[in-house]
């Protein structure tokens, strides 16, 4: 079945940064698009960053742009995301979800990670 394991997470300072890790299974990794989604408490689920596995194609969110990188391994079947000028509003529980581009885009993927919590703080 498909799985997705999320690693990376931690507390770092204002400024900091951190490379969270999705390892994904159980899916053909080139035909899916896999996604970054972060919540926030109080708030609602945001994307953040998605690539399409089959050739690269990425998006970002704006609040991220310039600071976050996403990239994929197609051989470790692994997504990457490295955060950097962390800031302590991109404190949340980092998930990635993967599925069709359509759904990865509404932001209703149909699988996903447990998650991982970042914490920007001083």
């Known amino acids: 079945q498909v799985q997705l394991v999320e690693s990376g997470g931690g507390l770092v300072q204002p400024g900091g940064s951190l490379r969270l890790s999705c390892a994904a299974s159980?899916?053909?990794?080139?035909?899916?698009?896999i996604g970054w989604f972060r919540q926030a408490p109080g708030k609602e689920r945001e994307g953040v960053s998605f690539?399409?596995?089959?050739?690269?194609?990425?998006y970002y969110a704006d609040s991220v742009k310039g600071r976050f990188t996403i990239s994929r391994d197609n051989v470790k079947n692994t997504v990457y995301l490295q955060m950097n000028s962390l800031k302590p509003e991109d404190t949340g529980v980092y998930y990635c979800?993967?599925?069709?581009?359509?759904?990865?885009?509404?932001?209703?993927?149909?699988?996903w990670g447990q998650g991982t919590q970042v914490t920007v703080s001083s």
């Open positions: 690539i399409r596995s089959s050739d690269g194609e990425t």
């Open positions: 979800a993967t599925d069709r581009l359509s759904a990865v885009v509404a932001g209703t993927p149909e699988y």
């Open positions: 159980g899916f053909t990794f080139r035909d899916y698009v």
